[in-house]
């Protein structure tokens, strides 16, 4: 597995498939193909953002200043110009005083042709019924995948 510095806190990692020999069911890879990730440490949190064959991606983003916090924004986009075959993506975000992030990442997801599955929008910290609601997403996530054979 190769490790490269993109810039501060931010690295690609990756790793080579040699024996892959077809992208697409269409296009030959004689040499075969890599997978690259993106680990991005934050100052709460640390992320790996890898979109290889995944089936459903969920997006949780809080809001900063009425929009998506920056990383939040980046992946969205990163993920928009990669073009993934995931089947499904979903919206998970919190919210101060206001935002509209769920318009947000739908608006700049024009490039996914899957299932938008349903949101969350929490007002605040969570509470319960929030984290129900959170369950209740990840029931839905599964079912999806059992639909698809996956699980």
């Known amino acids: 597995m190769a490790v490269r510095k993109i810039k501060e806190n931010i690295f690609a990692v990756g790793v080579n498939h040699w024996d892959r020999k ?6 030959p890879l004689p040499d075969g193909t890599s997978y690259n990730s993106y680990l991005i440490f934050g100052s ?8 290889v ?3 459903t991606i969920v997006f949780a983003i809080p809001t900063v200043l009425a929009g998506p916090h920056p990383l939040g924004a980046y992946a969205t986009i990163f993920i928009n110009a990669i073009k993934p075959k995931a089947k499904f993506t979903t ?3 919190s919210y101060g005083w206001g935002g509209q992030i769920i318009s ?17 929008e ?13 369950d209740n ?8 995948h ?3 054979g996956i699980i």
């Open 122 to 134: 929490i007002k605040g910290l969570p509470n319960e019924e929030d984290l129900k609601k959170v």
């Open 22 to 27: 077809i992208f697409d069911e269409l296009i």
């Open 53 to 55: 064959d995944t089936a």
């Open 146 to 148: 059992k639909s698809l």
């Open 44 to 51: 709460e949190k640390t992320v790996l953002i890898d979109a």
């Open 104 to 120: 947000w990442v739908k608006n700049h997801l024009g490039n996914f042709k899957g299932e938008f599955l349903e949101t969350l």
């Open 137 to 144: 997403l990840a029931e839905i996530i599964v079912d999806k």
């Open 91 to 93: 919206a998970i975000t």
